[in-house]
C-alpha cells in the first residue's frame, strides 16, 4: 500500500521532468504554467526575453550564413537551455508568461529582459544587460554589480561607472527580488 501511495504521489513530478527539445530550424515550444519559475542556461549570442500575455515558452532565433539545425533547444527540468551552432551571428528571441519568476545565465553577448513581472536573477559574463523594470516599488530587493563597466539604474536613481561597482535598494513593501550580476560591459536598468 506505501508502495503504491509513493508511486501515486511521484507520478505528476515524473510527468513534469519531461525533455523537449528543439533546433533554431523552428520555432520552439512549449507548455510553462505561468506564476512558476523558469530557469535558462543560454548559450552566447544576442538574446531578448519578452513576457507576453499567453501560457507558454516560445523560442525563435536567428544564425546568420550558418545551418540553424546546428543550434539546439532543450526544455528539462524547468530549465530552457541553448547549446551547440556556430561562435557569432546568432539571435533568440524567447517569449515566456507575462508574470514569471526568471533565473537566467548567459555566458557572453547583449541581453535585454522586458515586459516581465516576477523575481530576476540574471547573470551575464560580458555584454550589455539591459533589463526594463515597469514598477520599481514592486522590488523588494534590486541589487546589481558590474566588476568592469557602467551602472545605469535609472529605474532605482542609481548611476556608477568604472570598477568593482554595485549598488543595492531595499522596499520593504515589495515582493520580488531584483538581482543582476555582470563581470565586463553596461548593466541598464530603466522604466
Known amino acids: 500500500m506505501r508502495h503504491l501511495l509513493a508511486c501515486a504521489l511521484l507520478l505528476p513530478v515524473i510527468a513534469g521532468a519531461q525533455t523537449l527539445k528543439g533546433t533554431c530550424a523552428d520555432p520552439f515550444e ?18 531578448q526575453i519578452v513576457g507576453v500575455d499567453k501560457p507558454g515558452i516560445r523560442v525563435t532565433c536567428t544564425t546568420g ?11 528539462a527540468g524547468g530549465t530552457l537551455h541553448t547549446y551547440g551552432g556556430p561562435d557569432s551571428d546568432i539571435r ?35 555584454g550589455d544587460l539591459t533589463i526594463m523594470v515597469d514598477r520599481p516599488e514592486d522590488y523588494r ?8 563597466g557602467d551602472i545605469r539604474a535609472t ?20 515582493k520580488y527580488r531584483l538581482h543582476a550580476v555582470l563581470m565586463a560591459g553596461d548593466l541598464i536598468l530603466r522604466q
Open 155 to 174: 529605474a532605482f536613481g542609481i548611476t556608477k561607472d568604472g570598477l568593482f561597482r554595485s549598488f543595492r535598494k531595499d522596499n520593504p513593501g515589495g
Open 141 to 148: 530587493v534590486a541589487e546589481g554589480s558590474v566588476l568592469a
Open 65 to 75: 550564413e550558418h545551418a540553424p539545425e546546428s543550434v539546439k533547444i532543450k526544455l
Open 30 to 47: 512549449a507548455d510553462v504554467p505561468a506564476t512558476e519559475h523558469l530557469s535558462m542556461q543560454l548559450r552566447a549570442g544576442d538574446v
Open 92 to 126: 533568440f528571441r524567447i517569449e515566456v508568461p507575462a508574470r514569471i519568476d526568471l533565473y537566467v545565465k548567459l555566458t557572453a553577448g547583449d541581453l535585454t529582459l522586458s515586459g516581465i513581472t516576477g523575481s530576476k536573477d540574471v547573470q551575464l559574463r560580458a
